[in-house]
């Protein structure tokens, strides 16, 4: 009979092995990183492009172009491109975030000479056409529409409009902002930013020389570079002095709580230490938050915080749908969990699981070659390398009881946050 | 193509083993063969309602979680009407951790009222989050009992109504145990970098005593064949209105399943989809259009749901997604675009391989279908798909007398 009271004995989790891309300059401007991986029958190539903002324009127009890339060139209209991505099985996803937009193309390795052609026409020949324009700008007021009735949604928009302010962070589009949209302004930013030295190109799978020579030949020379240089300055807001914002919902089920605040970066060397307390507070299954108010209240079905890393800034955000009735009283407890945090000595047990958490999520987000890809961007664009990742597990490694509590003391007061709640209150 | 090894317990347990050494990650994954399909009537929403309290503590171990948390693993379990499946990710060498919880809560739960208190409370949280305080969050709790009238699907996993999950007893979470978590009706998977014959030794070690309790012989309700279409309409306070037509089609074994699945692909997979290209782009009468297969074990939903533009009534929608069906139950679909839904198909399944989670999940799956090796012939079978069988299966699915239409109505809203 195994002894079942005790547990198994463990081992601590190592330090990761990442894998180190080629980078390659082509001539134009364009900067290719190669990730290896010899077996693999698939393949990414990720696009990626700083953002272009003009100060007078809602990002609303940068998340137009990424998804109008795909809807027309001057050899292809929408249909055609549509068909020939999905006959060869690929995937063609715009993606937009707030510092940058990407294009990324999973196809089979098979297949690839017959689908990088068409990426190249689009990224150098795209006309958004018109119609397509109108459909783009009919189809997704409809959708806003939608979104608005959901408070997560509302209470998503009123965060960032409160934290970030004006600027390209906080701002969130309107109905009317759609009709604002322009084929001539649309065509004017792709000129801008779509252009071979405001990219990165990340390539995963089997990379040959023949595939080398193929990318340089549609990517590597007759796209044009931009003029002028790509401009994203932004007016950051003050920090927050605490502001709650409230939507009353009178039918609301449950409220949706959003609160967050202004913090620092990865580059930042208190980041990995950050990173950990806030998922010892709310980054995980058995966070506090999750304790607390899910798995002892049973106030809400999930409570989360997380750190996210810009280019101009950081913000911490903390999010939950409780209870219409216990509202109020799960806003207690997330501020006593922040108190808690800042006043009192966590114990080195928990301390212990949190790290061995962090660690093996760590190792088990490296699944395939496309997540060495992802692990490599997030440094990259910080401006670190991914010698950045030994720190990273270095800080985890000697992290004690006494440095949670200086973290939560410098980068955690609730007073400070900005508290949005959507819903009853 | 996943290759595995299989091997059973003396108490029944069937275990199936994937090695994986490209990766330091190790999976245990256990499906309890026992769904929402399987729930009383008057008691739904139980196998879910159970699945959160299998994290509640079991007989040995008071803390489920934190135990695996110290060991760098994670987990989690969804419940379907099917099935119910739990599933552990951690460093390989920290596999034992996983084989001690998971042996323990098959021996037995704590069986915790405060667990079972605070559970009934996050599930109806869960509820309301997803179902009711959700534009169209209720549109399954409407669609399912117009489509099923007889069979258990009629109900959704998350259960009828609150008050079921409200109402549940501890005597309710004995027995449920007792009746459906036993050995003999779960199938364990272990994947990533491990080697057959460590889980051999650790199966038994951590398995083997326990009891194989009583088997269990599902013996549900079939659904009779639909006579009549059905048809209801609900005013919502919605800002667009909404429609939603389910068609019963084949089970997941069946020999036109892979067909069905193919025909909803043409119709609503990517942007070059028939529904797509011509309801969205050409007509621009919707914003958004889908058709998809549900996916179920037993007799299927094959749905097509949209959302019409400002100015198109819902009637007209309506005959528009007809006239869609009736072409692909009038003329073939040609080569090139059949062969452009297989090789989609194709791609799917070799992304679906990227993650040793998926491989598990899935092995463990098609072996509660009746065989994990059939994943491995899932894309044969897609091949074998001819335009005659695609065209026959639309026949027989999309027949007015086959379908529950629902008008999902906007309150005032902008398509009056």
């Known amino acids: 009979m195994p002894n079942r009271l005790e547990a198994p004995p463990y081992q601590a989790i190592g330090d990761l092995e990442l894998v180190q891309p080629d980078a390659v300059n082509h001539s134009n401007g364009l900067r290719t990183f190669l990730f290896h991986s010899e077996e693999l029958e698939l393949m990414k190539f990720e696009f990626i492009f700083e953002n272009h903002y003009e100060k007078s324009e809602l990002p609303i127009l940068n998340v137009a172009l990424s998804s109008m890339l795909k809807e027309g060139t001057t050899t292809r209209n929408s249909a055609e491109i549509a068909e020939e991505i999905d006959f060869y099985g690929a995937y063609l996803m715009p993606e937009y975030s707030f510092d940058y937009t990407a294009l990324s193309l999973y196809t089979t390795r098979k297949h690839v000479d017959k689908v990088l052609p068409i990426i190249a026409d689009v990224l150098m020949n795209s006309t958004f056409p018109e119609e397509e324009l109108e459909t783009y700008i009919r189809n997704n007021k409809q959708s806003l529409q939608i979104a608005l009735q959901k408070n997560d949604v509302v209470a998503r928009r009123l965060f960032y409009k409160n934290l970030f302010g004006t600027n390209q962070y906080g701002a969130v589009a309107d109905l009317e902002d759609y009709d604002t949209l322009s084929r001539a302004k649309l065509y004017s930013l792709f000129e801008q930013q779509i252009r071979s030295n405001n990219c990165t190109l990340m390539i995963a799978g089997r990379v040959d020389q023949e595939l080398q020579d193929l990318v340089d030949s549609l990517f590597g020379q007759e796209w044009a570079e931009s003029k002028t240089a790509v401009g994203n300055a932004i007016d950051l807001p003050l920090r927050s002095d605490g502001q709650l914002v409230v939507e009353p919902k009178e039918e609301a089920l449950q409220s949706a709580i959003r609160m967050g605040g202004i913090t620092e970066g990865r580059a930042h060397p208190d980041f990995p230490a950050l990173q950990f307390v806030n998922t010892l507070l709310g980054g995980f299954f058995g966070s506090r938050l999750m304790r607390n108010i899910r798995e002892d209240k049973g106030y809400t079905y999930g409570i989360g915080s997380a750190v996210v890393s810009l280019k101009h800034t950081a913000f911490m955000t903390l999010g939950s749908e409780a209870g219409a009735d216990v509202t109020n009283a799960t806003l207690v407890e997330i501020e006593k969990e922040f108190k808690r945090l800042r006043e009192e000595l966590t114990t080195i047990e928990e301390v212990d699981l949190v790290r061995n958490y962090m660690q093996g999520n760590l190792l088990g987000s490296l699944e395939s070659i496309f997540s060495h890809v992802d692990k490599f961007k997030a440094v990259y664009f910080s401006g670190l390398d991914l010698s950045y990742y030994h720190y990273y597990h270095e800080v985890l490694r000697t992290m004690t009881p006494e440095r949670v509590q200086e973290i939560a003391v410098r980068y955690f007061d609730f007073d400070k946050l900005t508290k949005v709640i959507v819903g009853k209150y | ?416």
């Not at chain 2, 080569?335 to 297989?342: F, R």
């Not at chain 2, 391989?353 to 065989?371: C, F, P, Q, T, V």
Request: proline share 3%; hydrophobic share 40%; aromatic share 10%.
């Open chain 2, 1 to 416: 193509m996943i290759n595995f090894e299989r091997f059973t317990l003396s108490n029944g347990l069937k275990v199936l083993v994937h090695e994986d050494h490209t990766t330091p990650m190790a999976v245990v994954n256990i499906l309890y063969n026992v769904g929402a399909r399987d729930e009383s009537p008057e008691q739904t929403g139980f196998a879910h309602l159970f699945e959160h309290l299998m994290f509640g503590g079991s007989v040995n171990i008071p803390n489920y979680d934190g135990p695996l948390q110290q060991v760098g693993g994670e987990n989690n379990a969804f419940t379907s009407n099917d099935i119910t499946n739990y599933y552990i990710t951690l460093p390989a060498s920290n596999l034992e951790t996983a084989f001690w919880l998971e042996s323990d809560r098959m021996l037995s739960l704590a069986f915790s009222e405060q667990s079972l208190e605070v559970q009934r409370q996050v599930v109806c949280e869960e509820f309301k989050q997803r179902y009711l305080n959700q534009p169209y969050g209720d549109v399954w709790l409407r669609l399912r009992p117009m489509a099923y009238k007889v069979h258990p699907y009629r109900w959704a996993t998350i259960g009828k109504e609150l008050k079921h999950i409200e109402d549940a007893t501890m005597e309710d979470v004995k027995s449920f145990f007792s009746k459906f978590y036993t050995p003999q009706n779960a199938i364990l998977v272990v994947a990533g970098d491990v080697k057959l014959e460590d889980v051999k030794e650790l199966t038994e070690k951590w398995f083997d005593d326990i009891p194989m309790g009583q088997s269990y012989h599902r013996n549900l309700p079939q659904e009779p064949k639909q006579e009549a279409a059905r048809r209801e309409v609900v005013e919502a306070d919605v800002h667009v209105d909404s429609i939603y037509i389910a068609f019963h089609g084949c089970d997941r074994l069946s020999k036109d399943y892979q067909t069905m699945d193919l025909l909803s692909d043409i119709l609503s997979r990517g942007a070059s989809s028939r529904l797509y290209r011509s309801l969205v782009k050409e007509r621009q009468a919707f914003s958004e259009i889908n058709a998809y297969v549900t996916g179920s074990m037993d007799s299927n939903l094959f749905v097509v749901e949209g959302k019409p533009l400002a100015g198109i009534s819902l009637e007209e929608a309506e005959s528009m997604i007809w006239e869609e069906l009736n072409k692909v139950k009038t003329s073939p679909v040609v080569d090139a675009e059949l062969q452009k839904v297989k090789n989609k198909i194709e791609s799917t399944l070799l992304f679906s391989e990227l993650s040793i989670l998926d491989k598990a999940m899935n092995l463990a799956y098609y072996e509660a279908l009746g065989d994990a090796q059939e994943y491995n012939d899932e894309n044969e079978k897609y091949l074998k798909v001819s335009a005659e069988d695609v065209q026959r299966v639309a026949t027989e699915i999309f027949r007015m007398e086959n379908s529950s239409t629902l008008w999902y109505q906007s309150k005032g809203g902008i398509n009056a």
